[in-house]
């Protein structure tokens, strides 16, 4: 059985910061595409950033100077380092797996930023 565990949102200050963690298990990890997405309310879900499994990595554009995404394939675990965080980056933050044609999600993890 495939899971994806996220962990690490809350409430944070405008300007401050949050480290997101996403631990699977039932995958072989290594060989998965990592991602971030969040859901606010009232829009569409969106990418945030993905890592593959060669590490490379890919932001939205509003993003990449904030956030980063890294990965421990020795824990299973994708990371999403968010700095300065905006009213605007609050969502839900959902992780996701791929590989090939399978697709994975985590049940979400909230973030909240207060102006």
């Known amino acids: 059985q495939v899971q994806l565990v996220e962990s690490g949102g809350g409430l944070v200050q405008a300007g401050g910061s949050l480290r997101l963690s996403c631990a699977a298990s039932?995958?072989?990890?290594?060989?998965?595409?990592m991602a971030w997405y969040r859901k606010a309310p009232g829009k569409q879900r969106e990418l945030v950033a993905l890592?593959?499994?060669?590490?490379?990595?890919n932001y939205k554009d509003s993003m990449k100077d904030r956030f980063t995404i890294s990965r421990d394939n020795a824990k299973n675990t994708v990371y999403l380092q968010m700095n300065g965080l905006k009213p605007e980056d609050t969502a839900v933050y959902y992780c996701?797996?791929?590989?090939?044609?399978?697709?994975?999600w985590g049940q979400g993890t909230q973030v909240t930023v207060s102006s």
């Open positions: 996701n797996a791929e590989h090939g044609s399978l697709y994975y």
């Open positions: 039932g995958i072989i990890f290594s060989l998965n595409t």
């Open positions: 890592i593959t499994n060669g590490g490379r990595t």
